[in-house]
Every structure is written in structure tokens, then in C-alpha cells.
């Protein structure tokens, strides 16, 4: 019998995906090239999507972000810009130029949310098909960055069977959200995962409450669910917390 870890999906996956959150270099873990060369060589098979993280895809050398996109891609992991970005072309009247922009860096996804723009329902469909008529993957982030009050599950099921019959294979449910139905509404957080459509949902987890929180989402969600905001520093240790090695998950593989 081969001395092997406990089985886990190997990629294309449809559950238990990672996306991995590029800060660019940071306290979370250096990720300039020579950063995700390494990344790459330690975690590529366990790493789904990266995130160029909020205007980085501006703010970082054109030279550099491409580089570090193209590493990205050809170690099997797709590259997507985030959101923020989005809702700042989206203030600046500029989302084809932003779509332009990001077809030269060689990036072939994006995130639309609404974190802190609010898009009527025409307007939301018309730029996801807009991404999509460029030739993007588009991913919907779902929630605001300072919510108010929690989500209903039949809000949540709505979206996602919009998004899938627009051709949106995943929500990510924003951060932000999670901690507010969890305390506000800790019953619908416990019936998330029961739903037919969670497996097109991606959770949001908080990079500065690793690796407690991580854990508490694998108890609450089963090891195969969805996570987004794992950083470079993170992402080889969440694996470990998914096959049952770790403090943080009191090594059940050995229960």
C-alpha cells in the first residue's frame, strides 16, 4: 500500500477551490516573481484562481503584472483582477477602456461586485456580457465591504441562478457578509452549505484571522468547500487544514 495523505479533488476541481489573493509584496507573503516562482513550485497543484488584489493591475509596473499574470497562468492557475477595480472604472466611466487594459496584461478573468457601487439589475447584466462579449471568465462578488444587515438565503439562491444562467459559474460571497450573518443569523450561515447551489458559491475568508477562522470554515462547510483570500503565505497551510493536518484542526487525520 503507498504511504500517501488522505485523497483529496485534484484539479479542474468543481469543489474545494482555492483562490489565493496576490498582495503583490507583502506581509502576507511576497509575491513579486521570484515569490510566485516559488509559490508555483510549492502549492500550483492546490491553488485554483489568484487574485491580482484590488488596483493592482494600475498600480503595479505594466512589465511586472504581466510577468507575474503569465506565471500565474502557464502553472495551471487562472488569474482574475479583482473587483475594486471594476467599481473604480465603473466611477470613472472608463470600464471599456479598463477591459483594454486588462486584455494587454494578458489576463483572461475578472471580478464584478458591488462593494460599494450598487448596480441596477440591467446594468449588472449588461457588464457581465460586456466582459464576457471581450472574451472574459467573469466572477460575481456578492456583498457590500460594510454591510448593514445580513443576507437571506433566498436572495443568495436568486443571485446565483441569475449569475449561472449568465454564464457566472461562481459568487463569492463577501467577507464582510459572512461575519454578519454569522452573528446575526448564525441558523442561515448552518443552512448555507445545504443548499443545492453551494457548490457555485466562494467564501470569503479573513486573511488576518488565519488559521482559526480557515479551520472554523472547514467545520462549518466540509473540507471540499470554496475559499477565496488566501494568501501566498497561507494557501500550502490551508491544504494541510483540508486533509486534517495542523493544530488549528487538531491533526484529525491521525483521529
Not at 470600464?95 to 448596480?119: F, Q, W
Not at 486534517?244 to 487538531?250: F, N, P, T
Given at each position: 500500500?503507498?504511504?500517501?495523505?488522505?485523497e483529496?479533488?485534484?484539479?479542474?476541481?468543481t469543489?474545494?477551490?482555492?483562490?489565493?489573493?496576490?498582495?503583490?509584496?507583502?506581509?502576507?507573503?511576497?509575491?513579486?516573481e521570484?515569490?510566485?516562482?516559488?509559490?508555483?513550485?510549492?502549492?500550483?497543484?492546490?491553488?485554483?484562481?489568484?487574485?491580482?488584489?484590488?488596483?493592482?493591475?494600475?498600480?503595479?509596473?505594466?512589465?511586472?503584472?504581466?510577468?507575474?499574470?503569465g506565471?500565474?497562468?502557464?502553472?495551471?492557475?487562472?488569474?482574475?483582477?479583482?473587483?475594486?477595480?471594476?467599481?473604480?472604472?465603473?466611477?470613472?466611466?472608463?470600464?471599456?477602456?479598463?477591459?483594454?487594459?486588462?486584455?494587454?496584461?494578458?489576463?483572461?478573468?475578472?471580478?464584478?461586485s458591488?462593494?460599494?457601487?450598487?448596480?441596477?439589475?440591467?446594468?449588472?447584466?449588461?457588464?457581465?456580457?460586456?466582459?464576457?462579449?471581450?472574451?472574459?471568465?467573469?466572477?460575481?462578488?456578492?456583498?457590500?465591504?460594510?454591510?448593514?444587515?445580513?443576507?437571506?438565503?433566498?436572495?443568495?439562491?436568486?443571485?446565483?441562478?441569475?449569475?449561472?444562467?449568465?454564464?457566472?459559474?461562481?459568487?463569492?460571497?463577501?467577507?464582510?457578509?459572512?461575519?454578519?450573518?454569522?452573528?446575526?443569523?448564525?441558523?442561515?450561515?448552518?443552512?448555507?452549505?445545504d443548499?443545492?447551489?453551494?457548490?457555485?458559491?466562494?467564501?470569503?475568508?479573513?486573511?488576518?484571522?488565519?488559521?482559526?477562522?480557515?479551520?472554523?470554515?472547514?467545520?462549518?462547510?466540509?473540507?471540499?468547500?470554496?475559499?477565496?483570500?488566501?494568501?501566498?503565505?497561507?494557501?500550502?497551510?490551508?491544504?494541510?487544514?483540508?486533509?486534517?493536518?495542523?493544530?488549528?484542526?487538531?491533526?484529525?487525520?491521525?483521529?
Amino acid at each position: 500500500m503507498a504511504f500517501k495523505l488522505p485523497e483529496r479533488s485534484a484539479k479542474p476541481r468543481t469543489c474545494g477551490l482555492t483562490s489565493v489573493i496576490d498582495f503583490g509584496p507583502d506581509t502576507f507573503g511576497w509575491t513579486g516573481e521570484s515569490g510566485v516562482r516559488d509559490l508555483l513550485d510549492y502549492a500550483a497543484p492546490y491553488i485554483d484562481f489568484a487574485k491580482i488584489y484590488a488596483m493592482n493591475a494600475l498600480l503595479v509596473p505594466e512589465p511586472t503584472i504581466k510577468r507575474v499574470i503569465g506565471m500565474y497562468q502557464d502553472g495551471g492557475v487562472k488569474c482574475y483582477s479583482g473587483g475594486i477595480l471594476f467599481e473604480y472604472a465603473c466611477h470613472t466611466h472608463s470600464v471599456p477602456d479598463m477591459l483594454r487594459h486588462l486584455k494587454g496584461l494578458g489576463i483572461g478573468a475578472m471580478e464584478i461586485s458591488e462593494n460599494y457601487r450598487t448596480l441596477e439589475p440591467a446594468q449588472r447584466r449588461d457588464y457581465i456580457r460586456m466582459a464576457q462579449d471581450h472574451g472574459f471568465h467573469v466572477i460575481y462578488e456578492f456583498g457590500r465591504k460594510n454591510p448593514t444587515s445580513a443576507f437571506s438565503l433566498d436572495n443568495l439562491s436568486h443571485l446565483v441562478h441569475e449569475m449561472n444562467e449568465l454564464n457566472v459559474e461562481h459568487v463569492i460571497i463577501e467577507q464582510s457578509e459572512i461575519d454578519m450573518i454569522a452573528k446575526s443569523s448564525p441558523d442561515a450561515l448552518a443552512a448555507l452549505p445545504d443548499q443545492p447551489w453551494f457548490s457555485h458559491v466562494i467564501v470569503e475568508a479573513d486573511p488576518y484571522r488565519f488559521p482559526q477562522q480557515h479551520a472554523q470554515l472547514l467545520t462549518d462547510f466540509g473540507s471540499e468547500v470554496n475559499l477565496a483570500n488566501i494568501t501566498a503565505g497561507q494557501c500550502l497551510r490551508l491544504e494541510g487544514l483540508r486533509r486534517g493536518i495542523g493544530r488549528a484542526v487538531d491533526y484529525s487525520l491521525l483521529g
